[in-house]
């Protein structure tokens, strides 16, 4: 299984008021949509699977919010792909390991444009900064 592809289609932040006081931020992730894809990426036309993905950053109270949407580009055996495909229309889900390397995909290219995007907009970091500390 490789990833050969990765795209933001969609980029939106928004930052509704001033920052002040406790702030809760949840990120999450949700696989929108399985599609077959053709890719060349040899000689052969080979198959290809398009993870259609949404990203969200919300902070609470709601001083803002931060919204990715884009896909990934994965590139298996045409047996593995049809099974993927066919546990995607059956009940909308994926095989726990393809899942879980999926997620991760997103979560670290999604965690870094989010960190950019708070940066530009001055909302608090969606993931957590380290810190120099005083030596004792």
């Not at 099974?83 to 997103?106: G, R, S, V, Y």
């Not at 870094?112 to 030596?135: D, H, Y």
């Amino acid at each position: 299984m490789t990833v050969i592809g990765f795209n933001f289609e969609k980029i939106t932040a928004e930052k509704k008021t001033p920052v002040k006081g406790k702030i809760s931020i949840n990120n999450n992730v949700n696989i929108t949509k399985v599609e077959d894809t053709k890719v060349v990426v040899t000689k052969d036309k080979q198959t290809a699977l398009t993870f259609k993905f949404k990203y969200t950053t919300s902070y609470e109270p709601a001083i803002g919010s931060i919204e990715l949407e884009g896909d990934v580009l994965w590139i298996d055996t045409a047996a593995k792909n049809k099974e993927i495909m066919a546990n995607w229309k059956k009940d909308k889900t994926l095989p726990k390991d393809i899942n879980l390397f999926i997620l991760n995909q997103i979560l670290t290219k999604g965690a870094i444009e989010a960190l950019v995007l708070s940066q530009t907009i001055n909302l608090p970091p969606p993931v957590q900064l380290p810190r120099a500390k005083e030596k004792v």
